[in-house]
Structure formats: C-alpha cells, structure tokens
C-alpha cells in the first residue's frame, strides 16, 4: 500500500471554493487576489485564508451550500481515485479548503476519498460569522502527510503528494513521489514530474508502477 496525497483546489477540481463563495458575496475580484498573491507565495496561507474568510462574513448559509453544490471534479479525477483504491492505495485529500465543499464534489462523482483533512467556515445564526477553523490553516501539508503516514504504517518514501501551488509546497518537498498539476512556478522546481490532466497523472502513476498500465 502507497498513501496518495491530493491538493484539492486547482488540483482534484478546477474549481476554487473561495472563489464560488465569493462571487455570491459580490467580493470575487478582492478574493481572487488575495487567493493569487497566496498561491504564488507572495502571503502565507494561513493570513489569505484568514482575510478571505472576513470578506465572505455574513453570506447566508443557503448561498453557501449552492456554491458547494458548484464544485466539481476534473475530468477524470474520479476514475483515477477508483483504480489508485483499486490496487490497494490510502487516497487522501489534503487541502485548505473546506470539508463540505470536498465531500459534495466527491459524493456527485459516486466515490470517496479514505481520508480527508481540511479546513472549515462556520455558521452563525445562519450566516458566515467571517473566522475559519481547520488543521490546514496556521497547521502545514507535510505535518499532516507524514502524521498520516505515521498512522497507517506507510514509510515516507511510499508517499506521494500531488498538488499546484504554494502551500503544497511542503508535502511536495517530503514525499517519495512529487506531481505537480498545472503548478505554480514557484511550484515546479520541486516536482519529480508534472501533468496538466488526470489522464497524464495516470501515466505517471503507471509509470512509477502505482498503477498497472491500462490496455
């Protein structure tokens, strides 16, 4: 068994989570820059997500699970999290964006990630209170990846990690096998190799023998 590691936002799904959020609050172009500067390493993630999360303060509860509704999968993305779980692989997700909005994009797609660690927004009196709350805030990906390591008896050399921007960054440097999808280049310098589709990272993953080859 391998445990295999995904960043979720820009990686498993084209979709950013903020951004969806945002656009119902009608601060879509304050939180892509914000979520931009983030991604390039330009601001820790722990303060973008922090300012993010005051700019969404007070979106009612009902336009937050549309956006969740919103988000989807990568062409592709499900198919692959099957045959990794298939051979006999712990597919994770660790990410910095938010619980619900994972587990809709999962749910619709009909599979399931056997762990997944991230951040939450929660609700007040029906409405977005502004804070957000999770282990992957001020808490890093390559203390989360070797801590479930860790816990399933998998060496860190059988990790991969799969992510694209800045704060993958940490699990891309620890693991045995580093993919970056469509990354960041700050990004780049630290992946073993790099793919712009689920259909690539397959190859990779066949390639690394993760994965038997498909006829």
Do not use: W
Not at 46 to 71: H, I, M, P, T
Not at 165 to 175: F, K, Q, S
Request: with cysteine; charged share 30%.
């Amino acid at each position: 068994m391998r445990l295999i590691a995904f960043d979720f936002d820009g990686t498993l799904s084209d979709s950013e989570m903020t951004v969806l959020l945002a656009e119902r609050a009608g601060v879509a172009d304050e939180v892509a820059e914000i979520t931009e500067r983030a991604m390039n390493d330009e601001l820790s993630y722990a303060e973008s997500l922090y300012q993010r999360a005051e700019l969404l303060k007070g979106l009612d509860e009902d336009e937050v699970e549309l956006a969740f509704d919103e988000v989807t999968l990568r062409p592709g993305a499900a198919r692959l999290i099957e045959r990794l779980q298939a051979e006999g692989h712990h597919v994770a997700v660790l990410t910095g964006g938010f619980e619900r909005g994972v587990a809709r994009a999962l749910e619709a797609e009909g599979v399931e990630a056997d762990t997944i660690i991230a951040n939450r927004l929660p609700l007040s009196g029906g409405r977005l209170t502004g804070e957000a709350e999770g282990p992957l805030i001020e808490g890093t990906k390559d203390d989360a990846l070797a801590e479930l390591a860790d816990e399933l008896g998998v060496p860190m050399d059988r990790t991969t990690a799969v992510g694209d921007g800045a704060n993958d960054l940490p699990m891309l440097e620890v693991a045995g096998l580093s993919v970056g999808f469509l990354p960041k280049p700050a990004v780049r310098s630290a992946c073993d190799a790099v793919v712009a589709s689920m259909f690539r990272l397959g190859k990779v993953f066949e390639g690394y023998r993760l994965l038997p080859k498909e006829q």
